[in-house]
């Protein structure tokens, strides 16, 4: 490898594919996408916009389900080789003690990051019928404590870091509004205690082409030697609605909220048939990522049409020489 990776761990049995022979992408799909197709169990409608990590001897996750009532929900799930899940059929019921937090109304997009001695769940929550980020922890995926909210509402696309950022826990998200948002940038905050949340920064604002509209966090930064590898969505406003695609940037190490490279070109668009046809067309989304520390090789899940969940491939050597030489900074 040519850059290093900190705070990773070796990855044995990382789901993987070779680059196709003459691929020319930076990232490439699974041949055998979809891995999780929208009616994987029996009340699910679409399992999309999904966390997986690595756990164990093999792999854990939390998975949006909208169910057949339409109603979106967290459910968590185990695998042993990353790519076949067994998912739970009843959604996860959160265990607290602040009675604020006790009433379940909706859940979505989680991400998943292990921080110190436990996975952190975030998640899009809603908290008087509006969107804000909902933390809950957990050891085993089975049992899950919730925490207050990090933010007022609107907000979504909440990522943690997987360390603290001096001494503090660290956090991107997307404030927002109420609808189908048309507009958002990806702002960085800070918590002492995974309760109060301060010291926000604008990390990076909407673009030009593929994300004019707007842009969100998508999987759990990756440290590496020239700063965090965050692969993020962009969206933009087509004249039959919006595209969403992803890319990636590299943040500073010490100071996340300053951008070191952006990438100009999308690495996922909507292309492939489950991409552009299903429930919502055109949605490319990714919500995690994981990386073999040893060869640097990364899976990254994504959602497909908001409506089933892909797998692709890429290494932190490829994504990495890909922004230094197709940078927007």
């Not at 197709?37 to 999309?48: E, G, L």
Request: charge should be negative; hydrophobic fraction near 35%; aromatic fraction near 14%.
């Amino acid at each position: 490898m040519k850059y290093q990776i900190f705070g990773e761990k070796k990855v044995s049995n990382l789901p993987w594919q070779d680059r196709p022979e003459g691929c020319m992408d930076v990232v490439w799909r699974y041949k055998n996408n979809p891995i999780i197709n929208r009616d994987i169990i029996a009340c699910s409608n679409s399992v999309f916009n999904s966390a997986a990590v690595s756990f164990g001897d093999g792999f854990a996750g939390v998975f949006r389900v909208d169910n057949k009532a339409r109603n979106m929900e967290l459910h968590a799930g185990f695998s042993k080789d990353g790519i076949h899940w067994d998912i739970d059929e009843n959604r996860i019921e959160f265990e607290t003690d602040i009675e604020e937090m006790k009433e379940f109304i909706y859940g979505y997009d989680p991400r998943v990051t292990f921080i110190e001695d436990r996975y952190y769940l975030t998640w899009c929550n809603g908290y008087n019928s509006q969107p804000t980020i909902g933390i809950a922890w957990t050891y085993d995926f089975r049992t899950f404590h919730q925490l207050e909210n990090a933010f007022l509402p609107f907000n979504r696309n909440g990522v943690l870091f997987p360390r603290k950022i001096n001494g503090n826990f660290a956090m991107l998200s997307r404030p927002s509004d109420n609808g189908h948002t048309p507009f958002g940038d990806i702002f960085y905050s800070e918590s002492p205690d995974m309760t109060f949340w301060g010291k926000h920064r604008l990390v990076m604002e909407a673009e030009k082409g593929w994300q004019s509209t707007k842009i969100g966090a998508g999987s759990v930064p990756i440290e590496t030697s020239e700063g965090w590898l965050l692969f993020y969505h962009g969206v933009l406003t087509s004249c039959n609605g919006f595209v969403y695609s992803f890319s990636a940037a590299l943040l500073d190490r010490d100071e996340p909220w300053k951008p070191v490279y952006r990438a100009k070109d999308y690495l996922i668009s909507p292309q492939m048939q489950y991409e552009c046809v299903g429930d919502v067309p055109n949605v490319t989304f990714p919500c995690a990522s994981i990386v073999d520390a040893e060869t640097g090789r990364i899976a990254i899940y994504y959602g497909c049409a908001d409506t089933c969940t892909g797998l692709c491939f890429t290494t932190t050597d490829d994504v990495i020489d890909f922004l230094k030489s197709n940078s927007s900074l």
